[in-house]
């Protein structure tokens, strides 16, 4: 390191200037410390094998029992006999669980009752949840504070049972798929969360929209809606497992059992150990075993939401936490 000093005619001497070399600032730029956060330094070989081992040790405690309830459904008598009731890998698979199951109607029928009040009920609330988003994100809309506060109320208090079963009643709808569908169609979680994401839509766009004439309706339609499909998305699932996972609707408003959803009949004969109709009778050394029974239900009542997930998992993030913040 080097100085310098020049004195000015007639003047005092200036401070010492310090020139720093090509060395020191090499080791000025070694020392100084990362501005990174922790989780974006690179991991060390000990991190990265922590880890894999802990995202291993999860992946295997999802998996196995997916695996063992799989593997029992196509396990005979003998092979759960001898391991006590369930099988992880079975030896001699067979159908036979399935076939007993789907050819006695209480199972298929259920299937198809479930399939229907999820695809309708999914519907019926997206669009009433849709709407009413809308109508409370817009500033200056009809009664939007009061129905605002009334929406955030139900977060406060839910109503109990005996009257939510009086109100059914009062409307006609004991003993009908309606039951399943209206008493839950709107969520006000999922309204909240729809109203935070069209919020976050450049009111630009709208004003834009208007100055070229277009409604409320159009705006929605045109500019809204398709900025919005993965909020849409994301609630959609959440509307579609909540349909297809009920089954206290059914116990509370349903007493025909011919109109049961799956859930329900999974309730009935998987949890409460109750034998499946039409598969007692004369024939019962050709059944397959209860146990296989049991885990063919169950794994038919799971198959369906673990084929959708996947493809809308991809939405959670931008559809969920970004409607949630700003909202």
Not at 51 to 77: D, E
Not at 162 to 190: C, E, H, R, W
Not at 286 to 298: D, E, G
């Amino acid at each position: 390191m080097s100085t310098t000093t020049t004195r000015p005619p007639g003047g005092s001497a200036p401070p010492p200037v310090e020139r720093s070399t090509p060395s020191t600032v090499l080791d000025r730029f070694r020392r100084r410390p990362s501005t990174r956060p922790v989780w974006m330094e690179k991991p060390t070989p000990a991190g990265s094998a922590l880890k894999g081992s802990v995202l291993t040790a999860v992946v295997v405690l999802v998996v196995f029992p997916f695996v063992v309830v799989i593997a029992t459904s196509l396990a005979g008598q003998a092979e759960l006999t001898r391991n006590g009731g369930f099988v992880l890998w079975p030896e001699d698979p067979t159908l036979d669980a399935y076939r007993a199951v789907l050819s006695g109607g209480v199972v298929s029928r259920a299937v198809l009752v479930s399939a229907g009040v999820t695809l309708l009920g999914t519907a019926i609330s997206l669009t009433a949840t849709v709407l009413a988003a809308y109508g409370l994100s817009r500033k200056g809309s009809t009664l939007q504070r009061p129905l605002l506060l009334i929406v955030l109320l139900t977060f406060l208090f839910t109503p109990g049972i005996i009257p939510s079963y009086l109100v059914v009643k009062q409307l006609g709808m004991l003993d009908s798929y309606a039951a399943l569908i209206l008493p839950t169609a709107i969520s006000a979680f999922n309204v909240v969360i729809v109203r935070g994401f069209f919020q976050s839509i450049p009111q630009e766009l709208m004003d834009s929209a208007r100055i070229d004439g277009a409604g409320e309706w159009r705006i929605l339609g045109v500019i809204v809606l398709p900025l919005s499909k993965a909020v849409i998305a994301v609630v959609g699932l959440f509307y579609a497992v909540g349909y297809w996972n009920n089954f206290f609707s059914g116990l509370l408003y349903l007493s025909d059992s011919s109109k049961w959803p799956l859930q329900l009949v999974l309730r009935t004969y998987v949890l409460q150990g109750s034998p499946l109709a039409g598969l007692d009778g004369s024939g019962a050394e050709a059944l397959p075993p209860q146990q296989s029974v049991q885990m063919a239900v169950l794994v038919i009542a799971l198959v369906p939401i673990l084929c959708v997930y996947p493809f809308l998992q991809r939405h959670f993030t931008k559809g969920v936490l970004t409607g949630a913040v700003k909202g």
